[in-house]
DNA sequence: GAGATAAATTTACACGCGTAAATTATTAGA
DNA sequence: TCTAATAATTTACGCGTGTAAATTTATCTC
């Protein structure tokens, strides 16, 4: 906790544990206030008290009680961080970033995954509830969101949207501009070989999937041809294991209209590749290459599928960081803006080998 | 918080929000001290007063405060949890099968990720020394952990380490038995071709490396073999990118001194498959395949790999179960226990294509 | 060195709950 | 129906902090 204000990430405790702050006060000859006000921000007291209470922080070995501070203070300084599915290498990798961003702006992150449930995100939002916490950054499951019970959530505490946008919820959404990333690959396949077909798993959880079919759409359409949509059965979180069987499923049954397949992410492309492989199916391109493949995420294990993975990489750190800024910037001014604000990011394309 | 105790995931708001555990007493009819009781323990409370009391958090909106609780409370219901790298999926594993697991015994998991940092390590422990924890599970980051500072740590606060042993910290241990899992993989490589080379990291962040070595070279020699260790630059958590890059190099310059290759984790033998596509080198069984690689963990995408990885599976659920059962155990218990408690779990082996 | 300003101190109360002791009400068993 | 056991209530205090108002002290400017 004081590390965050005070900069010392170890202590010397050469001297005794301090019960409270009560007694700190004495031993350090100061005021219980004084150093009230110090540790909710050291810059509100003059700069000889801030190192006379340093020098006593070094002495003696205290902490304030973390429960006894967010019992009596309006708000806490904890920040909710709710994502869907945290094996998913995508919300690991924003986490990742929004840690240290929070720690650095004197917050607390508190990382909580549904795996993929509905109640379990529910869950998430209500033990944060009972935490009070500033604010919320949160990646909804989707689809299956239970949208009434996120409302009346948010209703009660400011909070920001990513990744996946709800309608009538959050103070504001930061995301990837799925139309501008699509368009981006489509246009790129198009030029150097067959016109792609969509992968896509038709009971996707994120609505990002549909916003990609239809983006995918658009640009063949701009492009002059028909889409071509491949929609397999599946849901859940299972991505690799349905681009795997139904990707496979489809390449022996030869039923792919085109050579070229642009998946709606990367977990579905690992799939199919890995399909491919086992079927014989030489992905790449250029001579001797039967099949191209490309995804959308840059997924960390893209450089190293086989062929590595031609993609489109989102902005994560643009996501992160926008989305925590402004949800620090509606918990300062103390007030909820009366404007929704969303904000996509652009994509760029990551050409590899597999198409 | 209650709905860990009473059962119920959602409430029923149609009352209006009721401020502290006072007025929700008289507005239940009941006295304070009574409701407290209940929300530390429903069974402590007569089968009608509980029902009374549940019907009226049907009626009306109350959540004990948190803060207030654990202040008073001498121990929270907190359980830390802390990995030393969550992107990682074995720790995500492990990390979503505890979770639910503490949740169903009333204790409250906090789940924190060192990111592979040994500062970052401490600096959790610290956050979580602030929130009074009632245990924590730690997975330490091996070989960089600061040792004195978790020996501190360990001393206030009862913690079970799993999956990395360091000397002289923690009240129990329970990890992967390496020797016997490596042993099951190159009994298997010598008995369907020949015997495997080792593959590792020269620096490799967590003990476990070390363990398998040396499980390798006793598995080697007891079969009658030389071993041969590989073991390459390259520290950090980023495996698949120095699998990719060192293992492309050893199979580009055909230093490998076996056609059979055993990878001291499947992340390595992920970069490695890659590599050995790249340079067109067959990698699997039988006819017309030039390299064998084996990993160990059996990662969420081994399966995926091209081809399909062939390594060993850990019993995450027996190390994750058990770690926790022992932690609330001796939390129960109230006290330390005398003796320290190492247990190991037998791996299993995953024959697929790649060995 | 005086006045203006800023900071620290004192005093006092509040927060929401745990918990112990003594008392009263309820239940179970015969 | 009575008694013993059990449960609930009342009363009272404590936990470690936030925070407001009034006062005193230190610092700065000229």
């Given at each position: 906790m004081c590390s965050l204000h005070?900069?010392?990430?170890?202590?010397?405790?050469t001297g005794r544990k301090v019960r409270n702050m009560e007694e700190f006060a004495s031993l350090s000859g100061l005021s219980r206030p004084t150093l009230s006000k110090f540790f909710n921000n050291?810059?509100?007291?003059r700069p000889s008290t801030r190192e006379r209470i340093k020098a006593a922080l070094d002495r003696y070995d205290y902490t304030p009680n973390i429960y006894a501070i967010n019992q009596n203070r309006?708000?806490?300084r904890n920040i909710g961080i709710v994502v869907p599915?945290?094996?998913d290498p995508f919300f690991a990798e924003v986490a990742r970033k929004l840690e240290p961003l929070c720690a650095a702006s004197g917050f607390n992150p508190i990382l909580l995954s549904s795996h993929g449930d509905p109640d379990r995100e529910i869950e998430n939002l209500d033990s944060l509830r009972s935490i009070k916490p500033a604010g919320v950054l949160l990646a909804p499951l989707g689809r299956r969101t239970r949208q009434a019970d996120l409302e009346a959530f948010w209703k009660g505490i400011p909070t920001v949207l990513f990744d996946c946008e709800i309608e009538g919820v959050g103070d504001a959404f930061f995301g990837s501009d799925n139309s501008q990333s699509i368009g981006l690959l489509v246009d790129y396949l198009c030029r150097t070989g067959e016109a792609p077909a969509f992968f896509e798993?038709?009971?996707?959880?994120?609505p990002n999937a549909n916003k990609r079919r239809v983006a995918y759409e658009e640009a063949m359409q701009s492009q002059g041809y028909d889409p071509m949509i491949l929609s397999v059965p599946g849901d859940g979180w299972e991505f690799e294991k349905v681009g795997f069987e139904e990707g496979g499923r489809l390449i022996r049954a030869r039923a792919?209209?085109?050579d070229t397949v642009l998946c709606s992410n990367d977990r579905l492309a690992i799939g199919m590749l890995a399909a491919a492989y086992e079927s014989g199916i030489r992905v790449g391109?250029?001579?001797?290459?039967?099949l191209r493949v490309a995804g959308h995420d840059?997924?960390?294990?893209a450089r190293f599928t086989c062929p590595s993975l031609t993609t489109a990489s989102q902005d994560y750190g643009a996501i992160a960081g926008q989305s925590l800024s402004r949800l620090l910037s509606i918990i300062e001014a103390g007030s909820r803006p009366d404007d929704y604000k969303a904000e996509l990011f652009d994509g760029s394309l990551v050409m590899r080998n597999s198409a």
């Open positions: 005070c900069g010392r990430t170890e202590r010397k405790m050291p810059q509100s007291v309006r708000l806490t599915y945290l094996a798993m038709a009971n996707a959880p994120n792919l209209p085109s391109i250029g001579e001797g290459h039967a840059d997924h960390p294990y």
